[in-house]
């Protein structure tokens, strides 16, 4: 084949990978149609469906938007962290490093945050827990002490009711030994001889 050839040959094949490549801009996958349509559940279907996207630097970070951006159903930051951190490693020329790049240090800040929340929340549930179990023996206790308390004014109030009536035995016997002091220490008369006619 002849150099002129060959040159027309390889200026055909640049214009058909280019035309391709113009094709392929000019037609967004469908995972692009529903990014511009902010259909964000169908968007992560398709992402997760069509692995050819993760070849794809555009797509990645299209993704990484996808499921990094709070207040989305499709928020999930590890895997937005993921996705980020790919394609900062298979495109580390890509145009949307820098922004990738802060977006995996966000990521990572909401993440650590995230973590230090369940731990501080785990750690609150155990002291709860713990807190509660201590009170219920504490209402326990205190409950038997109530009914100890109960008893023991039943005990009280019965013994009340006894000193009252050995009080009251006291003071009638008190009486009667008086009564009877004071029938020994009346004089008594002598009986007198009968007057004779």
């Not at 299209?62 to 993921?82: F, I, K, M, S």
């Not at 219920?136 to 409950?143: E, V």
């Not at 008190?174 to 009968?194: C, F, G, M, N, V």
């Amino acid at each position: 084949m002849s150099r002129i050839a060959r040159a027309r040959r390889l200026r055909t094949m640049s214009a058909a990978v280019l035309a391709a490549a113009g094709v392929a801009c000019a037609h967004p996958s469908q995972f692009e149609r529903y990014i511009a349509g902010e259909q964000w559940s169908e968007a992560a279907r398709e992402f997760d469906s069509d692995s050819s996207l993760l070849r794809n630097e555009r797509s990645l970070y299209q993704a990484g938007l996808l499921y990094g951006t709070p207040g989305r159903a499709t928020y999930n930051p590890e895997r937005a962290r993921g996705l980020l951190s790919t394609l900062l490693v298979r495109f580390p020329d890509t145009k949307y490093r820098s922004d990738a790049a802060s977006r995996v240090a966000l990521l990572d800040e909401t993440l650590r945050a995230h973590r230090d929340a369940e731990a501080r929340e785990h750690e609150l549930s155990v002291r709860i827990a713990r807190l509660e179990l201590e009170t219920r023996g504490l209402r326990a206790r205190a409950d038997s002490i109530t009914a100890q308390g109960d008893s023991l004014r039943a005990v009280i109030g019965r013994l009340e009711a006894e000193r009252h009536d050995r009080e009251e035995q006291l003071r009638a016997l008190r009486l009667e030994l008086q009564q009877l002091k004071d029938i020994d220490l009346k004089p008594r008369r002598r009986p007198t001889a009968p007057i004779k006619p």
